[in-house]
């Protein structure tokens, strides 16, 4: 992708926060008995994740107000630093809220029927909205196919698929440790003399280049040398947080389309922009206290439209070999950023998906 269409491809991923949003909240199937139950443990969810995030600085609260008897703190306000200093620690350093609400997946299998229940529903409006087309030249289906492959992120009673949900689980946690351990280090090395100046800035540039172009990750370069601190921490988490979040909310595509490590890195580089606009747009809305994870199943929802703009229709589980392959490149990617967004259902590319579906017979 050429950097002139990165921020035409960033703003096209935050319109499709709004629309998917908005389609998926008009899926009669999910306000039902099991959603509401799930927004009732969602919301309590929330308590619990921000009670758990709450005990440190409660009992740094303890301790300093135990050693105020001692030592006077409110003459230097170290206190009252510390405090705010520990809970932005949490929250934008490491990013505790949003380690805990990835979790849930790995527990519970609402969000991967949420994921389907939303593909199946883009798929029925997308049949309503052009019923009066020629049936031959619209696409194919999603969901009918998605649905026959054996997903791996669904938690089950099985022995096997225990043990199988426990290597997951260790393994995300590991991801997630590497990340907050090279997040921390990145911030305790801004308080070091000399260098300390430079690593934001350093960083921003380094993490943007990629996925932005070098244009705006110098002019991000340049800020970070007059912006506050905690802006430049806050911005490089939201960044490494939406793409963190764009990989979680993909998971129920991933585990039943299986890509190898090269290919799917090479699947997310060819989209990066789109889904970073995407998954920033969400990012925000899960900073909202007390409805975060309710946000959260709302933008696995999202997803399932997402994924029918920027892949095929899959194949039948029998006829899927070598169908990852073909999808590593986004064929109709500058046509679509090209729409308007009243266009954005008007793509349609049947004839591509005829060709890939059969892809294995050439």
Same mark, same amino acid.
């Given at each position: 992708m050429s950097n002139v269409d990165i921020p035409n491809a960033i703003l096209r991923g935050a *319109?499709?926060?709004?629309?998917? #949003?908005?389609? @998926?909240? /008009?899926?009669?199937?999910? &306000? %039902?008995? !099991?959603?509401?139950? /799930?927004?009732?443990? @969602?919301?309590?969810?929330s308590l619990a994740i921000r009670l758990v995030i709450a005990i440190p600085t409660v009992l740094v609260r303890i301790l300093l107000w135990f050693f105020g008897f001692i030592i006077d703190f *409110?003459?230097?306000?170290?206190?009252?630093?510390?405090?705010?200093?520990?809970? &932005?620690?949490?929250?934008?350093?490491? *990013?505790?809220?949003?380690? =805990?609400?990835?979790?849930?997946?790995?527990?519970?299998? @609402?969000?991967?029927?949420?994921f389907m229940k939303s593909l199946q529903w883009v798929d029925q409006t997308y049949v309503v909205k052009h019923k009066a087309d020629d049936p031959s030249t619209l696409r194919a289906m999603y969901y009918p196919n998605l649905q026959m492959y054996n997903s791996d992120s669904v938690p089950s009673n099985e022995p096997h698929e225990k043990k199988s949900s426990y290597v997951a689980i260790m393994?995300?946690? *590991?991801?997630?440790?590497?990340r907050a351990g090279i997040s921390m280090a990145i911030y305790l090395l801004t308080f070091m003399p000399w260098i300390g100046p430079f690593v934001l800035p350093a960083a921003s540039f380094y993490s943007l280049n990629k996925a932005v172009g070098p244009l705006p990750a110098m002019v991000f370069f340049m800020l970070g040398f007059v912006l506050p601190k905690r802006w430049m921490v806050f911005f490089l988490q939201g960044f490494f947080a939406s793409r963190s979040l764009m990989r979680e909310l993909l998971e129920p595509y991933f585990s039943r389309i299986h890509f190898t490590k090269d290919q799917k890195n090479r699947w997310f580089r060819d989209r990066e922009a789109v889904l970073f606009g995407f998954g920033l747009g969400f990012y925000m809305l899960l900073k909202t206290p007390w409805v975060g994870v309710l946000v959260y199943g709302i933008a696995e929802a999202s997803t399932a439209? =997402?994924?029918?703009?920027? !892949?095929?229709?899959?194949p039948a589980p029998s006829e899927s070999a070598g169908f990852a392959e073909t999808q590593i490149a986004w064929k109709n990617k500058h046509e679509f950023l090209?729409?308007? =967004?009243?266009?954005?259902?008007?793509? %349609?590319?049947? #004839?591509?998906?005829?060709?890939?579906?059969?892809?294995?017979?050439e």
């Open positions: *319109q499709l926060t709004i629309v998917g #949003a908005l389609r @998926a909240l /008009q899926n009669p199937r999910l &306000f %039902n008995e !099991t959603l509401y139950k /799930q927004a009732a443990i @969602a919301v309590a969810a *409110q003459s230097s306000g170290f206190d009252v630093r510390t405090v705010s200093g520990l809970a &932005f620690i949490e929250k934008s350093v490491l *990013q505790l809220p949003f380690f =805990l609400m990835a979790c849930m997946r790995f527990v519970s299998p @609402a969000m991967d029927e949420m393994a995300f946690c *590991q991801k997630y440790a590497r439209y =997402l994924i029918t703009k920027i !892949t095929d229709p899959p090209k729409l308007r =967004l009243d266009d954005i259902d008007k793509l %349609n590319e049947q #004839a591509a998906n005829r060709e890939d579906r059969h892809f294995h017979k």
